[in-house]
């Protein structure tokens, strides 16, 4: 397996952009100026990456996903079929932003569902799990598992994907504990 990136023929790759080891660019894909994308990446079919944008190691986005600017994605995340950012919380076309955008945050290892959507200005935490078609309103608690709309945490789930039950113990071995309403701590 080659180390350098691979960017399908189809895409477009605009100038001053990093791309690391081993990521794959598939199909009809465009990369935009200064983003920064790392290593062993893949971006399925039609996946734009906005104006410096911020991508961790090891992240997946299925076909049909914009990260516009404004949006960091770190290492491990998981984004489904269609989901989507925003990253102006009151667009007006008549009105444009001039480049300033409302930050969002997808942290270490947090997976978003097939036509979920993110309203940009939020934090989706560690580990966390965003079921298919839901809305992300607010901020989410890292191992939190998030559905419907606007979205509210329906249980809490293990680094691994496995939904927890009331033990907090993942037949995976990772244990974890409530240090609050709605903050969870993986044990050592």
């Known amino acids: 397996m080659s180390d350098t990136p691979f960017i399908h023929e189809s895409s477009y790759v605009d100038d001053d952009v990093i791309i690391g080891h081993g990521t794959k660019v598939w199909h009809f894909c465009h990369i935009q100026r200064g983003a920064r994308i790392g290593k062993h990446c893949s971006f ?8 410096n944008v911020h991508i961790g190691n090891g992240v997946r986005i299925q076909n049909n996903v914009s990260v516009y600017e404004g949006v960091e ?3 491990n995340v998981f984004c489904g079929p269609s989901c989507v950012f925003t990253n102006v ?4 076309s008549a009105f444009p932003v001039a480049g300033v955008y ?65 033990s907090l113990r993942c037949p995976c071995g990772r244990r974890y504990q409530l240090t609050g309403p709605d903050k969870l701590i993986q044990l050592p």
């Not at 399925?44 to 104006?51: A, K, P």
């Not at 919380?89 to 007006?92: A, F, H, Q």
């Open 89 to 92: 919380v009151t667009p007006r």
């Open 102 to 166: 409302a930050r969002t945050v997808v942290r270490e290892g947090a997976s978003l569902g097939a036509n979920s959507t993110v309203v940009c200005g939020h934090t989706v935490g560690r580990s966390a799990l965003v079921a298919a078609g839901a809305v992300v309103t607010h901020d989410v608690p890292d191992y939190a598992l998030m559905a419907g709309v606007p979205a509210r945490r329906i249980g809490w789930v293990c680094e691994c994907g496995r939904r927890l039950d009331n």
């Open 44 to 51: 399925g079919q039609n996946v734009n990456i906005g104006t």
């Open 73 to 75: 994605l770190e290492d």
